[in-house]
């Protein structure tokens, strides 16, 4: 089944403790994506990548990290999370960036104590 | 930057009525715009997709149609079933992908 999923679904966490939420994806997609989403504020992108090794910055790159060693991988790392970190996370991906449709991961629940 | 607006940010109708979700942006140069769903808890899913050529796109109940000049989309549901219960959210795709803040629509039996 061609999907898109995250680990861990929820993560509780105090604030400085560094983590990491997986992403992967079975459809040999070039392009990959982290949005997170907060009421009021929508979906915004925090990073992007368009292909192995090559990723860029969204709207709200501060306090993230991410990498792109493989194509079908794409982690998002906070090395020191801080409160204002709590939000609702989702990967994305698609074959061909911003032509084609979005598919998306079933979303990591993230509170920072 | 892109700005998405979306309106209302929800909306309550009884089953079997037509009703209309609206999504304005402010830039014109846009790849293309796509409807997705999101039900509480889930993920995204995507609905329709219509290149920045395309007036509209038809699935099933679903037709959404692109007026790019003006910056305006609209999405039109049919007959709704409570099953159409959902957050209804449009996405701008530029050189990112923009999203508004959605609209919630209740479905009453």
């Known amino acids: 089944e061609a999907q898109v999923t995250q680990n861990p679904r929820y993560l509780i966490t105090v604030t400085g403790k560094k983590l990491t939420v997986t992403c992967s994806q079975n459809?040999?997609?070039?392009?990959m994506s982290w949005y997170r989403q907060d009421p009021g504020l929508g979906l915004r992108q925090i990073y992007y990548?368009?292909?192995?090794?090559?990723?860029d910055k969204g709207d709200v790159p501060e306090g993230y990290k991410v990498s792109r060693k493989e194509k079908r991988n794409f982690p998002l790392i906070l090395e020191s999370p801080s409160p204002n970190q709590t939000s609702l996370y989702f990967c994305?991906?698609?074959?061909?960036?911003?032509?084609?449709?979005?598919?998306f991961g079933p979303g990591t629940r993230l509170l920072v104590l | 930057k892109q700005e998405v607006t979306q309106i209302p940010a929800a909306l309550s109708v009884p089953e079997g009525e037509n009703l209309v979700l609206n999504c304005s942006f402010t830039?014109?140069?846009?790849?293309?715009l796509q409807w997705f769903r999101q039900d509480p808890g889930k993920g995204l899913t995507s609905l329709l997709l219509?290149?920045?050529?395309?007036r509209e796109q038809t699935s099933g109940r679903l037709n959404a149609s692109l007026d790019k000049s003006s910056g305006r989309s609209t999405l039109y549901i049919a007959a709704s079933q409570p099953g159409d219960s959902a957050t209804y959210l449009c996405?701008?795709?530029?050189?990112?992908?923009?999203f508004g803040t959605g609209t919630s629509l209740t479905v009453i039996p």
């Open positions: 996405a701008v795709n530029g050189n990112q992908f923009y």
């Open positions: 994305a991906s698609s074959f061909a960036g911003v032509l084609e449709t979005q598919y």
């Open positions: 830039d014109s140069a846009i790849y293309n």
């Open positions: 219509i290149q920045s050529s395309q």
């Open positions: 990548s368009m292909n192995v090794e090559v990723t």
């Open positions: 459809m040999n997609h070039e392009y």
